[in-house]
């Protein structure tokens, strides 16, 4: 019987030792996942931040070209050329798209008004 008692001794004191174990784990596992979540905000907040940046950023070169386009600052002229010839680049091609839009719109019509007489005649 005593083999038993001491059996039974050893088999509780290592079952508390390994629920004392779980816990701590369960706790270390718990503070790493709020952590983890921590990282995962402080990156989102920072992703949000930086694409803040960017249209703060796209706003004030906004801004400095629409004031300076026609005298921009010696380091600024080559950017403001490269723009103003965008932009006119993006005039002509929107000029283009509106005569084709016109060109469209007239042979539809064209061919609306024909059909219409051919079935008139007939």
């Not at 989102?44 to 629409?66: F, I």
Request: aromatic letters at 4%; charged letters at 35%; glycine letters at 4%.
């Amino acid at each position: 019987m005593a083999d038993f008692e001491k059996w039974k001794d050893r088999t509780v004191a290592a079952v508390c030792k390994a629920a004392d174990k779980s816990a701590e784990f369960a706790q270390t596992v718990g503070e790493g996942a709020k952590v983890v979540g921590r990282i995962a905000k402080l990156k989102t907040n920072m992703a949000v931040d930086r694409d803040e940046t960017r249209k703060k950023l796209a706003e004030l070169g906004e801004r400095y070209y629409e004031a300076h386009k026609n005298d921009p600052a010696s380091e600024f002229s080559q950017l403001v050329t490269d723009l103003n010839d965008i932009a006119a680049r993006i005039a002509q091609k929107e000029a283009e798209v509106i005569a084709l839009k016109k060109e469209l719109k007239e042979s539809s019509e064209a061919k609306h008004t024909a059909e219409t007489t051919h079935e008139d005649s007939q």
